[in-house]
């Protein structure tokens, strides 16, 4: 009797675990040789990965809402070099300023619009949910872990500060910009958080840095539908 109950769990659980398991592929930025996971969530192929195209970076202490620039966490300099051996870049790529996230995705590809994100969340069942879905299960502080459900393996890359900075939040926050302009100073990002399963939609200075993720564009049509939204 004990090794039919065991069995019938090991059965339903690897069955559960199916029904999640999404498509996964892999994708190479021409402009760098950077390799990528991409999952599909939904209807939306995703990259797995924060972006690392680093074209240039500056330190913490530069800032502009309409220049491009790009930080490596805990990186203080401009050799573009250097930033990339630090630990930071290959875990958790580029924190970019929102003119430069709108810019930085290759090719094929471009930075999710607010209701692609919003399209995300309901997917995974809403934003009191999403987020804990979205993160990934180690690299949090403090059991801030999540399932990683869908793949899409959220990092708690921190952001740059744009009032004091310098750099935060590493191993507790997920920042992602969108797409969306909210006012000619601010933009729309998503967050999360270590001690939350929610998803949190929220407007942002543009010369804070955040984690920028992918989406991409299946046609001309999806792209011209989603891309002001």
Not at 12 to 33: I, L, P
Not at 37 to 61: C, D, F, H, R
Not at 120 to 143: F, H, M, P, Q, R
Request: net charge positive.
């Amino acid at each position: 009797m004990k090794k039919y109950i065991i069995t019938m769990i090991f059965v339903a659980s690897f069955m559960t675990q199916k029904t999640h398991a999404q498509e996964t592929g892999t994708f190479t930025d021409s402009r760098d040789g950077q390799v990528y996971k991409t999952v599909q969530i939904g209807s939306q192929v995703w990259m797995a990965e924060n972006l690392a195209y680093l074209p240039s970076v500056s330190p913490p202490s530069s800032g502009s809402k309409t220049v491009i620039h790009n930080y490596v966490y805990d990186y203080d300099g401009s050799s573009v070099k250097a930033a990339k051996t630090n630990m930071n870049y290959s875990t958790y790529g580029v924190l970019y300023n929102w003119t430069s996230a709108l810019k930085a995705c290759p090719d094929g590809w471009h930075l999710p619009s607010h209701s692609e994100w919003t399209k995300l969340a309901d997917y995974l069942g809403g934003l009191s949910v999403a987020g804990g879905k979205l993160k990934t299960i180690s690299g949090w502080k403090e059991g801030g872990n999540g399932t990683d459900y869908c793949g899409f393996s959220g990092l708690p890359g921190g952001h740059r500060d744009s009032f004091g900075n310098n750099f935060e939040s590493i191993r507790s926050h997920g920042h992602w910009w969108s797409a969306t302009e909210y006012t000619s100073t601010l933009a729309r990002g998503w967050n999360v958080y270590y001690d939350s399963s929610k998803f949190y939609h929220i407007t942002h200075f543009k010369n804070y840095g955040f984690s920028v993720r992918c989406v991409k564009i299946i046609n001309e049509l999806h792209y011209k539908l989603f891309k002001d939204r």
